[in-house]
Nanobody
């Protein structure tokens, strides 16, 4: 089992920046592709960004491309999401997720939430005008 804990959320003015972190604990010795998702009030949870286990491949939702950057530090078992130029519509609860992958799939990214095995509890990001 892997436990994921997000941090770094908060209240920020439009145009500001935040850096979210997701610390993995438990059985972290395996290979895990990871991703960020978000859920705004009254909306479905949506994909934000994904990164392969190797860190060499990333993929972003069109809505955040060029604005957010996903990265990871496997030595620290930590995933990051750097969010710049934040907009009101970025307000949501942000979740990190992990999926166990084989070495063969170490370069794959996963975009569908149903492909992930483990989820964090979420961190609230609120962007104010």
């Amino acid at each position: 089992q892997v436990q994921l804990t997000e941090s770094g959320g908060g209240l920020v003015q439009a145009g500001g920046s935040l850096r979210l972190s997701c610390a993995a604990s438990g059985r972290t010795s395996g290979n895990y592709a990871m991703g960020w998702f978000r859920q705004a009030p009254g909306k479905e949870r949506e994909f934000v960004a994904a990164i392969s286990w190797s860190g060499g491949n990333t993929f972003y939702a069109d809505s955040v491309k060029g604005q957010f950057t996903i990265s990871r530090d496997n030595s620290k078992s930590t995933l990051y999401l750097q969010m710049n130029s934040l907009k009101l519509e970025d307000t949501a609860v942000y979740y990190c997720a992990a999926r166990a992958v084989s070495t063969f799939n170490s370069g794959r990214t996963y975009l569908n939430q149903y492909e992930y095995d483990y989820w964090g509890q979420g961190t609230q990001v609120t962007v104010s005008s």
